[in-house]
């Protein structure tokens, strides 16, 4: 759903607020009005009992004005949480297919929570003040002309305020906000890296790199502070001359012009009151309309982003028909990850990647299951572009086991179902724990299944986080897998048992796709590849590549 025609969708809400505001507008001149009818009727009255009528009625007035307005501080809190709940998960939807394409949008959910906050605060509010100004603007012209200019200036006035305020901050305010976003981001990889941080002792290097990025970060919001805080303190002097003038004016037409009664200096002082408080507001609000402004940009630009959150046509789960089509990929023209691939597997198959360091085995494991679009070429599934159908439901139906194997925050089993509901099928978790033979681990554990594994995993050992990432990429039984480097935190006894899960899935005519190092791993697949520098050099029936592999090396050696 696009940012925008949500909006536009939420009319009725602006409606009921511009009727509110205008009923809380008109209540609120009931202080002027009750100071001008005392001047002019009660005080040379005398009577009590018309001072007593008058209270009740504008305090009534007044009354009922704190209640509409309560009711239009509850409308634009409900339209902030409306346009947060509808489109959080379209955020979090672009976000995470974004991420995955190496996109740096981690503050796309900031940016929804900055909108939601203007939605439901006073920037909006002080938007809706803003049109009933010539109300008062008119109310003082009945009261003299002059009056009227005088509050016509200051509005003018606290405009051009607000106007300098942006011009001479905006800059500051960009730059500050970016740094601040950067200080950010380093923070957060120094403490998704702390291990190597204190192993390395390289504790005062970040904090020498964070320091100079958040230092840049202060200097701009500083500056944007001293510039602000100037112009506040000129535009309070300004109020305060202002409202003198009104009253200076309002006294010298209550002693030189006929008509002009003493209730006039009171009223009129009010009401000037009423017609810059709106500026006052603006100007208040300004930076967080700014922001508002900068996050309603960037999250309508993200959410316009063909594909990136459009639910398309749900398939059924595959059947694991592999085909690889001149795969391309590259993160920059002269960086090319991957180049030229041509294969495929029948369902069923089974295939084994192996290649030296850098030779692009992560990267195709990550374009097999969707989390990468290729630069060129086609990863196909069932004849389906596996890309698109990534968008729309095929993780629920293959398995994938990537080499940072992080498990969520919460217990064995919730990580064992992807965090889905418990009650829906647990059998379907029992069933992946055994197929991944690791439920006898798991019952080991001190509450077994219900066991918290802690942030990433942490309270779990690197194997036993394998094998339970392992058990979550075998859930639902998914008739496509990729696992990469299965093994890499497994010792002797649970290498074997993963050995009887690949002969498992073998003969559950799963489509298996194993990226490993150790060939004792791959002692069972149909097929190999061989990667070298990002081109595929061999593939073919594993025996067929073995040999070809082994009179490489035959050569090799005797040209030693």
Not at 70 to 78: E, K, V, W
Not at 267 to 289: D, H, N
Not at 310 to 336: K, Q, S, Y
Request: net charge neutral; glycine share 8%.
């Amino acid at each position: 759903m696009r940012l925008g025609s949500l909006l536009r969708e939420c009319q009725p809400f602006f409606i009921y607020a511009g009727i509110f505001s205008l009923v809380a507008n008109l209540l609120a001149l009931a202080p002027s009005l009750y100071m001008l009818t005392v001047f002019d009727r009660v005080l040379s009255s005398r009577s009590n009992e018309t001072l007593v009528v008058l209270t009740i009625i504008f305090s009534f007035a007044l009354a009922i004005e704190a209640v509409v307005d309560a009711q239009r501080t509850r409308l634009f809190s409900r339209l902030g949480y409306l346009v947060f709940g509808k489109l959080r998960r379209d955020v979090l939807r672009a976000v995470l297919h974004f991420r995955r394409q190496q996109v740096d949008v981690r503050h796309a959910l900031g940016d929804l929570e900055d909108i939601q906050q203007f939605l439901s605060g006073s920037g909006i509010k002080a938007a809706f003040e803003v049109p009933w100004i010539p109300i008062y603007l008119v109310l003082l012209w009945l009261f003299h002309p002059i009056l009227s200019i005088i509050a016509m200036s200051s509005a003018v006035i606290m405009f051009g305020l607000t106007y300098l305020e942006e011009l001479v901050t905006l800059k500051n305010q960009r730059v500050a906000s970016l740094e601040h976003r950067k200080s950010e981001a380093f923070i957060e990889e120094a403490f998704q890296n702390t291990e190597i941080v204190d192993a390395l002792s390289m504790g005062d290097s970040i904090e020498s790199r964070w320091g100079r990025i958040n230092d840049r970060y202060l200097h701009e919001a500083f500056s944007a502070r001293k510039k602000i805080t100037a112009i506040s303190a000129f535009s309070k002097f300004v109020r305060g001359a202002l409202q003198l003038a009104s009253m200076g004016t309002a006294a010298y037409l209550v002693i030189n012009v006929q008509g002009v009664s003493p209730g006039v200096v009171i009223a009129s002082t009010i009401i000037l009151g009423k017609t810059i408080a709106p500026m006052v507001m603006v100007l208040e609000s300004w930076r967080t309309f700014i922001s508002f402004r900068e996050s309603f940009e960037r999250l309508e630009a993200l959410l316009a982003e063909d594909g990136a959150f459009v639910e398309g046509f749900r398939h059924e789960p595959p059947l694991g028909a592999l085909r690889i089509e001149r795969l391309l990929f590259f993160i920059e023209r002269d960086r090319t990850i991957l180049n030229g691939l041509n294969f495929s597997l029948a369902p069923g198959d089974s295939l084994g990647i192996i290649g030296s360091s850098a030779s692009g085995k992560t990267t195709l494991a990550r374009l097999l299951v969707g989390l990468y679009a290729p630069s060129d070429g086609a990863v196909r599934l069932d004849g389906l572009d596996i890309q698109r159908w990534a968008m729309n439901g095929l993780g629920e139906h293959i398995g994938y086991l990537p080499q940072n194997h992080q498990l969520f925050s919460g217990t064995v089993a919730e990580n064992i179902c992807r965090m889905g509901d418990l009650r829906a099928a647990p059998e379907k978790i029992l069933e992946a724990a055994r197929m991944a033979q690791v439920h006898d681990l798991i019952l080991q554990l001190p509450k077994g299944y219900d066991t918290d594994v802690g942030p990433n995993g942490r309270f779990l050992s690197g194997g036993q986080r394998q094998l339970i990432a392992l058990a979550r990429a075998l859930y639902g039984q998914p008739r496509f897998v990729v696992l990469d480097e299965p093994n890499s935190n497994l010792d002797g006894p649970s290498e074997l048992k993963l050995l009887e899960v690949l002969r498992d899935l073998k003969e559950m005519k799963v489509t298996l796709v194993v990226i490993s190092h150790k060939p004792s791993v791959l002692q069972d697949v149909e097929h190999l590849l061989v990667l070298g520098e990002g081109r595929q050099l061999m593939f073919d029936r594993r025996q067929v590549v073995m040999e070809q592999l082994k009179r490489q090396n035959a050569v090799a050696q005797g040209g030693d």
